[in-house]
Structures are given as structure tokens and as C-alpha cells.
């Protein structure tokens, strides 16, 4: 149960990073190989944001790989697909097909198996 526990924070983590992501991006407007796009790119605070999220998930993730079997360790990542199709529905407002939401139990089942 720890594992799972610690693997849920490291998914969320993973899952905002790329929340984050999609916005800088959506900031940053069209790409130029000039200094005043890459100077406007250190102000946009979206990356940073991303920047944090995605380090606080890979010591979490140092931590898993020390501490765990990897065997039941590596599975736990597909939790950010759980994560990703929640925030999707959520911050993006897009429609989740019942499919998906399917494959999204059977991901959780996995997990619960894979971690008892």
C-alpha cells in the first residue's frame, strides 16, 4: 500500500508537469531562432512550473526504484494515464468516451494487483 500511495504523488506530479506543459506551450506563440523569443521563453513561469513538477517526480521516482522491486514499481507509472484522462475531463473540458474509461479501470485494477 506505501508503494501505491507514493506512486499515486509521483503520477500526480508527472500528470501536472504536463498540465503545465500544455499551457507554456499554448504562451509561447509561434517558434523564431531569435533572442527575443527565447528571452520571452524565460519569463513564461508555465515552464517553470513544469520544470518543478517534473524534478519532484523523478526524486520521487529515485526513491521507488531504490526502495521497491522494480517488477512492481514500473507498472505504478501507468497511474498518470488515470491522471491524464481525469485532468482532460476536468481542466481541458474534453469528452472521455466510455472505452476509455474502461481502459482506465482496467489500469487501477492492474495497479491494485500489480502492488498487493
Same mark, same amino acid.
Given at each position: ?88 475531463? *476536468? +481542466?481541458?473540458?474534453?469528452? !472521455?468516451? &466510455?472505452? =476509455?474509461?474502461?481502459?482506465?479501470? *482496467? +489500469?487501477?485494477?492492474?495497479? !491494485?494487483? &500489480?502492488? =498487493?
Amino acid at each position: 500500500m506505501r508503494l501505491f500511495l507514493i506512486a499515486v504523488v509521483q503520477s500526480m506530479l508527472l500528470c501536472g508537469g504536463q498540465v503545465l506543459l500544455k499551457f507554456a506551450l499554448q504562451k509561447m506563440g509561434g517558434f523564431a531562432w531569435t533572442v527575443h523569443f527565447f528571452a520571452s521563453q524565460l519569463t513564461n513561469w508555465w515552464f517553470l512550473g513544469c520544470g518543478i513538477c517534473y524534478a519532484a517526480a523523478t526524486v520521487l521516482w529515485m526513491y521507488i526504484i531504490k526502495n521497491f522491486p522494480f517488477s512492481m514499481a514500473y507498472p505504478m507509472i501507468s497511474l498518470s494515464y488515470v491522471f491524464g484522462m481525469l485532468t482532460a475531463m *476536468l +481542466i481541458f473540458h474534453e469528452t !472521455i468516451p &466510455v472505452t =476509455r474509461w474502461i481502459g482506465v479501470a *482496467l +489500469i487501477m485494477g492492474g495497479c !491494485i494487483l &500489480v502492488a =498487493r
